[in-house]
């Protein structure tokens, strides 16, 4: 991580350009690195956990959760720096269905779903992606 570091810092500063405040744009690239450190487990606390001195676990959920900001911002920045990159001539649209035992998971519900061939319970993601 250490040999990326300052280009990781230059990308999460242009990804989190648009917030207003500068704890947001901290959590917001303490957050990016978390998500890109070994560990199988992405969720907060073991995130925290690896991150060292910046593992503050309570600041870090707190900007996940409950702090203001438009994530509609971020994903708009990041595709038009992608369309840059890649050159896109398409968009492909695909989703993905979430087989879910219960319904305690955000979005649960029954609705058919590829992955099981069947109406059942899951969660559905649609993702949108740039080709060439």
Not at 44 to 54: I, K, N, S, T, W
Not at 72 to 78: D, I, P
């Amino acid at each position: 991580m250490a040999g990326v570091r300052e280009d990781l810092e230059a990308f999460t500063t242009e990804m989190f350009d648009g917030f207003f405040r500068a704890d947001q744009r901290r959590w917001g690239q303490v957050y990016v690195r978390g998500l890109l450190l070994e560990g199988r487990r992405k969720s907060v606390e073991p995130m925290a956990a690896r991150l060292g001195e910046d593992g503050n676990r309570q600041a870090l959920a707190h900007f996940v959760t409950t702090s203001p900001w438009d994530p509609a911002h971020v994903r708009a920045r990041l595709a038009w720096r992608m369309h840059d990159v890649i050159g896109a001539e398409a968009l492909i649209v695909d989703d993905t269905g979430f087989l879910k035992d219960g319904d305690a998971s955000a979005c649960v519900s029954r609705q058919y779903t590829g992955t099981a061939g069947k109406v059942t319970n899951c969660q559905v993601g649609v993702s949108l992606h740039l080709a060439r």
